[in-house]
């Protein structure tokens, strides 16, 4: 089991409120994921979570029991860092055993978990290197493997693969997702970066200034957006968000559309405007448009749509796939 329930959960440093005071239920085996922009609170959360700091107020109930007072190392959790922290003197199945050894486990089944953990994992060839014989991602699998061989009720991973150049963040992000297909663990993930949200979470909480904006499947997010916030947030290129005369005529404040429901045209279009930028992708083509009245509008469309830098394009948004906000910012 490993169902989690922050009950108004609060953190405070002096005078300053990082977390006002946070309410969320986390499933037994589900993946969420924390995300938002620098300093919203997501890494204090989870630190709270996992006992690294004190709660100033709240309660956190692991699988029903509470277990706010409780020593880190009781909480049954095991937590995943952005720096690897491995032992650099000690070989990957001395590192990954460390916990157990700890922890005074036999020998024998220490050695046992840790070769579950290295077949899971892919590092069955290298477990007799040290840390620094390995790639960046076969680190961060160690890291894993060292949080599997405790069998936790929950992962905690804090930006586990921000160190990871592109291609590695890319093929981590895949093996963590696969792993957790494997384990049915739960799991809570914390990133600043919304690609790796949408892809990877059962569950996402978008937090901003310490307060969760909204909480639901990445479809759910990028379909119908609370507010202004989370529309602005979540989806790659961002949501365009248009105020003024052109969202009042649709009976809104603000009205916001994805860049891929707007329908481009080099002849005829509701709205004239003037490419700034043409950025080629091979597969996708994104314009951003300038619109008299309007603004810049991103658009994505195919990779082979005939346009460039000073070319004029009509730009047409699919009234069907548009977003209305009032004056607090909130869905209408």
């Known amino acids: 089991m490993g169902s989690i329930k922050l009950e108004q959960l609060s953190k405070s440093f002096g005078e300053h409120a990082v977390i006002p005071g946070i309410d969320l239920e986390i499933n037994d085996g589900e993946f969420v994921v924390f995300v938002g922009p620098s300093g919203c609170g997501k890494s204090t959360l989870l630190r709270l979570i996992a006992g690294l700091e004190d709660a100033t107020g709240g309660r956190i109930l692991i699988d029903g029991k509470d277990q706010t007072q ?11 860092f952005q720096s690897y922290a491995l032992y650099p003197h000690m070989s990957v199945r001395s590192n990954i055993g460390f916990p157990l050894k700890m922890a005074k486990i036999d020998p024998a089944e220490i050695s046992r978990k840790v070769e579950e953990a290295a077949r899971i994992l892919n590092l069955t060839d290298y477990l007799e290197r040290r840390p620094g014989q390995l790639s960046g991602g076969q680190r961060q699998r160690v890291a894993i493997g060292r949080a599997i061989v405790r069998n936790p009720r929950c992962f905690l991973f804090d930006e586990p693969l921000s ?17 957790h297909q494997k384990l049915k663990a739960t799991s809570i993930y914390v990133t600043h970066d919304q690609v790796e949200a949408m892809t990877m979470a059962d569950k996402i909480v978008v937090l901003n200034k310490g307060r969760i904006e909204q909480v639901g499947s990445p479809l759910e997010l990028y379909r119908s957006p609370a507010n ?56 996708d083509t994104f314009l951003h448009v300038q619109v008299e009245g309007v603004g810049t509008i991103t658009t994505r469309t195919g990779g082979e749509f005939p346009v460039r830098h000073g070319d004029t394009v009509h730009v047409t948004p699919d009234l069907t796939r548009l977003h209305k906000f009032n004056d607090k910012g909130l869905a209408q």
């Open 228 to 283: 202004l916030f989370v529309a602005g947030f979540i989806g790659s290129p961002k949501m365009n968000l248009i105020s003024g005369q052109a969202a009042s005529a649709q009976g809104a404040h603000t009205i916001g559309i994805r860049p891929e429901h707007v329908r481009l045209s080099t002849t005829e279009g509701m709205w004239r405007g003037l490419v700034t930028v043409a950025e080629h992708l091979g597969s």
């Open 163 to 179: 160190n990871l150049d592109a291609a590695l963040r890319v093929a981590m992000r895949l093996e963590i997702t696969e792993l």
């Open 70 to 80: 409780t020593p880190p190392s009781q909480r049954g959790l095991a937590m995943v």
